[in-house]
């Protein structure tokens, strides 16, 4: 992990995939059930697809049916921030990294107990990285 961040637009353009700019640098967001990472239930660790810093661990993924990966818990407290996000004519909180700020998808209370909480982040901006055997 470096902590040479990209700094401009143009910069992150360079890392990453138009599909990935488009979602995390201008939180956008793909379409849903269109994730490599929606289904996906393996043992290990989701990595910010920007910067690689651990966001979630899969024991708290679960199926929601939403069309995008869904988790009960961050990683830890510091891994994320949220923000309200007043975009699209609703109030909803959105979810970014706490290292490099990409947007990463929206929490909802809606979860499953004993949290009620759901974060629903995007595929692309997720990178899976396997526990070791
Ligand atoms: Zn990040």
């Known amino acids: 992990m470096s902590d040479d961040l990209p700094k401009t637009d143009a910069e992150w353009r360079d890392r990453l995939t138009p599909l990935q700019f488009a979602v995390l640098r201008q939180a956008g967001t793909e379409r849903a059930f269109t994730g490599a990472l929606t289904d996906h239930f393996a043992a290990g660790t989701y990595h910010c697809a920007a910067c690689s810093q651990v966001l979630f661990h899969a024991d708290s993924k679960y199926h929601s ?8 818990a961050a990683a830890d407290s510091g891994a994320i921030r949220t923000k ?23 929490v909802f209370r809606d979860g499953p107990p004993p949290s009620f909480t759901r974060y629903c982040i995007n595929s692309v901006c997720l990178e899976f990285v396997p526990d070791a055997e």
């Open 65 to 72: 049916g939403c069309g995008w990966p869904a988790f009960s």
């Open 84 to 106: 309200r996000d007043l975009s699209h004519g609703m109030l909803r909180t959105e979810v970014l990294c706490s290292r490099c700020d990409s947007h990463l998808g929206h």
